[in-house]
């Protein structure tokens, strides 16, 4: 990586902290500039505007997000142990920022551009993966039932991921491992001749 790179990634890395722990509405470019050791002229001589600057951000980290779907193509790994991998995965990229993954997708009206573009994404490729293995274990072919599938497994696997701090501190409720929400969702939500 060149000298530039290293600066930008630098920039956009303390970008998505400061997000994560002051939220959007209190980053400013100035912040970001101290934060990351550059000056506020380099900030913008790279993105142009904060809302440019928090876009590039945001994609970047979505886009961690939309590596973990490949796992789903490799059909020599067993469906089950994909969805398994998949799962992990995803956990894995919400468990670095849970609080920030919070805020991305609970936004509502001010949608930034990699928001839309992570959806169109969902939309087009991702769930399609994800469906596609569902329907090889199930053998269900009804595609509303797919998709209901799907938003079961994402809320029963992620959404415990999102809020564990807020559980574990709040309300004093410990959450278990992925691996440990897997086992109980698996076991009783696919059938036991399932690979």
């Not at 696997?157 to 109980?184: C, H, N, R, Y």
């Amino acid at each position: 990586m060149d000298k530039n790179s290293d600066t930008k990634a630098k920039i956009l890395q303390t970008t998505l902290e400061l997000i994560k722990s002051e939220g959007f509405e209190s980053v400013t470019v100035r912040k970001i500039a101290a934060d990351s050791g550059t000056n506020v002229a380099l900030v913008n001589y790279y993105f142009g505007s904060k809302d440019r600057l928090i876009n590039e951000a945001l994609s970047s980290f979505l886009g961690s997000f939309q590596d973990t779907f490949d796992v789903l193509d490799d059909l020599t790994v067993a469906p089950k142990a994909r969805l398994r991998q998949f799962l992990t995965s995803y956990v894995s990229v919400i468990s670095q920022y849970p609080e920030l993954v919070a805020r991305i997708f609970a936004i509502g009206g001010a949608v930034f551009t990699s928001q839309y573009q992570y959806g169109q994404f969902l939309r087009s490729i991702g769930f399609v993966k994800v469906r596609s293995v569902l329907q090889e274990l199930t053998g269900e072919a009804d595609q509303e039932l797919l998709q209901m599938m799907i938003m079961q497994l994402f809320g029963a696997i992620f959404l415990p991921a999102l809020l564990k701090s807020t559980l574990s501190t709040g309300a004093g409720i410990e959450v278990g491992s992925v691996e440990q929400q897997m086992d109980l969702l698996f076991a009783r939500y696919f059938h036991e001749n399932a690979k």
